[in-house]
């Protein structure tokens, strides 16, 4: 697996930064963008809790962990795997073809196809409020707690990366279905950024058990915080965050090999 996937995803990684590392003042300034960009969503939480003390049981410390770990997670995701997105564009030009015939795995080219560092400032709010909010939240750390973090942000990033590349496989079907993704990854961000308290249960028992994203944030920050679950759902579910990961992992790898069987060539 590193000879055959690691090596040639960090080698064309390592190429397209070079590429981009040309342009440095272009690329700092796009950094800076995304950054700001991303910082909104973050003042955005400031400025609600400047009206109220708690959203959905959670405190500004609890909510801001509650941001990092789904910011965190998912543009990591975007940053590693984000490009596949683009599968429906390659497929329409041709060039996905040229891609099956290449020597090193489709997928890692998709992936690596266009990397900007830039994706980088977009990952920086979510780590800072992630840092403030574990700072300030009294969460009591030990060593295993610790562990767990990192095991838990792990969970998280490999679920965002299956849900990104299960929408991208829609494209092998509907090759417009590129919007239909983004209300899933995007979207599935926007909404896993705010405590699940707050929504409606409906939406709570789909992005638990339909659309796992309450995996990425919620349930880790119940776990992290050490406090019961506002909705009442099954305190056990804090602790299947990395088997639920796997699982999705999984799911997302049959729906690529279903997708590559059920490709045919543009004839181009």
């Given at each position: 697996?590193?000879?055959?996937?690691?090596?040639?995803?960090?080698?064309?990684?390592?190429?397209?930064c070079?590429?981009?590392?040309?342009?440095?003042?272009?690329?700092?300034?796009?950094?800076?963008?995304?950054?700001?960009?991303?910082?909104?969503?973050?003042?955005?939480?400031?400025?609600?809790?400047?009206?109220?003390?708690?959203?959905?049981?959670?405190?500004?410390?609890?909510?801001?962990?509650?941001y990092?770990?789904?910011?965190?997670?998912?543009?990591?995701?975007?940053?590693?795997?984000?490009?596949?997105?683009?599968?429906?564009?390659?497929?329409?030009?041709?060039?996905?073809?040229?891609?099956?015939?290449?020597?090193?795995?489709?997928?890692?080219?998709?992936?690596?196809?266009?990397f900007?560092?830039?994706?980088?400032?977009?990952?920086?709010?979510?780590?800072?409020?992630?840092?403030?909010?574990?700072?300030?939240?009294?969460?009591?750390?030990?060593?295993?707690?610790?562990?767990?973090?990192?095991?838990?942000?792990?969970?998280?990033?490999?679920?965002?990366?299956?849900?990104?590349?299960a929408?991208?496989?829609?494209?092998f079907?509907?090759?417009?279905?590129?919007?239909?993704?983004?209300?899933?990854?995007?979207?599935?961000?926007?909404?896993?950024?705010?405590?699940?308290?707050?929504?409606?249960?409906?939406?709570?028992r789909?992005?638990?058990?339909?659309?796992?994203?309450?995996?990425?944030?919620?349930?880790?920050?119940?776990?992290?915080?050490?406090?019961?679950?506002?909705?009442?759902?099954?305190?056990?579910?804090?602790?299947?965050?990395?088997?639920?990961?796997?699982?999705?992992?999984?799911?997302?790898?049959?729906?690529?090999r279903?997708?590559?069987?059920?490709?045919?060539?543009?004839?181009?």
């Open positions: 697996m590193v000879d055959r996937v690691l090596v040639p995803y960090a080698l064309l990684v390592w190429a397209w070079r590429a981009a590392a040309q342009y440095p003042v272009s690329l700092m300034l796009l950094t800076l963008a995304l950054l700001g960009a991303i910082g909104s969503e973050l003042v955005a939480l400031l400025f609600v809790f400047g009206h109220t003390e708690a959203l959905g049981g959670f405190t500004l410390a609890e909510a801001l962990l509650v990092g770990l789904a910011v965190t997670s998912f543009r990591t995701a975007d940053l590693l795997l984000g490009n596949i997105e683009r599968l429906g564009e390659h497929i329409r030009d041709g060039s996905f073809d040229v891609m099956l015939v290449r020597p090193v795995a489709p997928l890692v080219q998709l992936a690596t196809d266009g900007s560092p830039r994706r980088v400032g977009a990952v920086v709010p979510g780590v800072v409020a992630l840092a403030v909010g574990l700072a300030s939240a009294g969460v009591a750390w030990t060593a295993g707690r610790v562990a767990v973090l990192a095991v838990l942000l792990a969970s998280g990033t490999a679920l965002c990366c299956a849900v990104w590349l929408g991208a496989c829609l494209q079907f509907v090759a417009e279905a590129r919007q239909l993704a983004h209300s899933v990854t995007y979207g599935g961000q926007a909404l896993t950024e705010y405590p699940l308290s707050i929504y409606p249960r409906a939406v709570v789909a992005v638990t058990f339909v659309v796992p994203l309450a995996f990425v944030s919620y349930q880790p920050a119940l776990y992290l915080l050490d406090r019961p679950d506002p909705l009442g759902l099954w305190p056990g579910l804090r602790y299947l965050c990395p088997a639920v990961a796997v699982l999705g992992c999984v799911l997302a790898a049959l729906a690529w279903a997708g590559l069987r059920h490709y045919r060539s543009t004839g181009s």
